[in-house]
């Protein structure tokens, strides 16, 4: 199957239906079609090919659902820029994917002289933004404007690209520090938007879903996309604001919204909470990080006309586990699972050998499906390493009952996941030791009431040397994302080691731990 059959889909069967919304912008499937059609055209006459890449470094926008849908029109990939990179990381994924095509809105236009000398193979950057004077590079070489390009362009037949057709580039966080591109095929997408929805319904037939997530992220792009397979309308916001959720409910009749766990308790403690009339949504589904209990209760409560289901997955495997509304109905310890294998996945929990565990036994969650990644770009052996006889190994230590639900315990995989985005151990480790008065770090996971979890650094200086929180703050920010930055650094004369001389991070975040439920109890007594 190719996913822009979903717009051949909508075009015969609702031409006049409000397809895409953007601020004061409406779109019929008729109009988003037509653009398509010759926006494929256009990139054609940029030189772009099938199998090419094109990259987009923007905020949410009714621009980004036809970049996506143009390219596919046309069998070219498309490599989605986490917007909260620096420009060193930037430069990085438009080197390492070799797009061709950069798509620049207002907000990062002002990026491009830097990219432009960092990232020798982009030929061509579009300024797909409304404000025609945001980009300092106007007269650059190469330099084209997005509207000018569509009404210029006569549309394109589809080439109907799909199967096993490379459709999107999607970054996610190195082990060893350099971000790794997921590649994820058109038969992995629809496989794990279609069986996701036939295991949650988590797009009302022509509803509308808000995509007020980032659409660089796995979680965003399968909400996005379910309904416009199932057909309707995709609501976009540029970021996500508790207020402009509210007024996107209201305004627009809003029946389904993705959320990470950070968003939904922004809303829950948002004062416009008890006045915002919510009535209208149907559906609201949640994951990428852990979520407490008390949390969803609250939310529960504030939406009680609408059903919760929590999706857990990774974006090489995309949705893999379910916990569906009648599990947060019954609520008890179902809350604390991540639910069962969706109808598209098949899954395990396996011993080293990668043989299947009596249930209630902890080992590595596994599983396999025509949702997985084809690999990671460029790199044969990662891929080799994490696909192994067909399974998909994820790093996660979890345990199933005999019932099917599956719970996770614990990561093997060194990796913190802050406000819904991953962060990686050895990236932040990397960053603080290239600081001059750093002698050795380990970075940590804290549990954390608003992000889920917050980056903590232990860090050992050099003798003689010295340095503050606030500095080495400042200097990770100067190479990686600002939410990859610690929010706390504590210093330390000496790291815990193993007598392998591996550091026991473990001992070093239960002693953070104890240390938190000491003070906690000393306060309450």
Not at 438 to 448: C, E, K, M, R, T
Not at 455 to 481: C, F, G, M, Q
Not at 514 to 521: F, I, Y
């Amino acid at each position: 199957m190719y996913l822009t059959q979903a717009l051949h889909r909508e075009l015969q069967v609702a031409p006049e239906r409000t397809m895409t919304v953007c601020g004061g912008r409406a779109r019929t499937a008729r109009e988003v079609v037509d653009r398509v059609a010759r926006l494929a055209a256009a990139l054609r006459g940029l030189g772009v090919e099938p199998g090419d890449r094109v990259a987009v470094l923007a905020r949410n926008s009714d621009r980004y659902h036809e970049i996506f849908f143009g390219a596919w029109w046309t069998a070219v990939a498309v490599n989605p820029v986490n917007t909260r990179w620096s420009v060193e990381e930037i430069a990085y994924g438009l080197n390492d994917s070799g797009s061709l095509v950069l798509f620049v809105d207002d907000d990062f236009a002002g990026l491009v002289p830097a990219l432009r000398e960092r990232c020798p193979g982009l030929r061509t950057v579009v300024h797909c933004g409304d404000d025609a004077g945001a980009s300092s590079c106007e007269d650059c070489e190469d330099y084209e404007d997005y509207e000018a390009l569509i009404a210029a362009a006569e549309p394109v037949a589809d080439l109907r690209a799909g199967g096993e057709t490379l459709a999107a580039l999607l970054y996610t966080g190195g082990t060893t520090g350099a971000p790794k591109g997921v590649m994820v095929s058109h038969r992995s997408l629809v496989t794990s938007t279609l069986g996701t929805q036939v295991t949650r319904a988590a797009a009302v037939p022509g509803g509308s879903q808000l995509v007020c997530a980032p659409m660089f992220h796995i979680a965003a792009l399968l909400g996005w996309l379910t309904q416009v397979m199932v057909g309707g309308t995709a609501v976009f916001l540029p970021a996500f604001t508790p207020d402009g959720v509210w007024e996107a409910v209201e305004r627009h009749g809003v029946t389904s919204v993705g959320l990470v766990p950070t968003m939904l308790q922004m809303l829950v403690d948002h004062p416009g909470a008890a006045t915002a009339d919510l009535g209208g949504l149907r559906h609201i589904g949640y994951g990428a990080s852990s979520v407490s209990e008390s949390l969803l209760r609250r939310a529960m409560e504030l939406f009680p006309q609408a059903s919760f289901t929590q999706g857990y997955g990774m974006t090489e495997t995309a949705m893999i586990t379910v916990l569906g509304a009648d599990e947060h109905r019954a609520g008890g310890r179902l809350l604390r699972s991540a639910g069962r294998a969706a109808a598209h996945c098949e899954v395990r929990v396996a011993g080293p050998d990668g043989e299947e565990l009596p249930r209630g036994q902890v080992g590595e969650l596994l599983c396999r499906g025509d949702h997985l990644m084809l690999g990671y770009w460029n790199r044969p052996d990662e891929t080799a390493l994490a696909l192994r006889d067909g399974w998909m190994h994820t790093g996660d230590a979890a345990y199933m009952d005999e019932d099917g639900y599956v719970f996770i315990t614990d990561r093997l995989k060194d990796m913190i996941i802050s406000g819904g985005e991953n962060v990686y151990s050895a990236e932040v480790e990397n960053a603080l030791a290239q600081h001059p008065a750093v002698a050795s770090v380990a970075v940590i996971g804290l549990p954390d009431p608003l992000w889920g979890e917050r980056v903590h650094a232990v860090v050992v200086l050099r003798p003689d040397a010295a340095a503050t929180e606030d500095e080495l703050r400042r200097h990770v920010r100067s190479l990686i994302a600002s939410y990859k930055v610690p929010r706390s650094v504590e210093f330390a004369a000496a790291l815990p080691v193993s007598g392998a001389g591996k550091i026991l991070k473990r001992e070093l975040r239960d002693r953070r731990l104890r240390a938190a439920e000491a003070t906690e109890a000393a306060e309450q007594g």
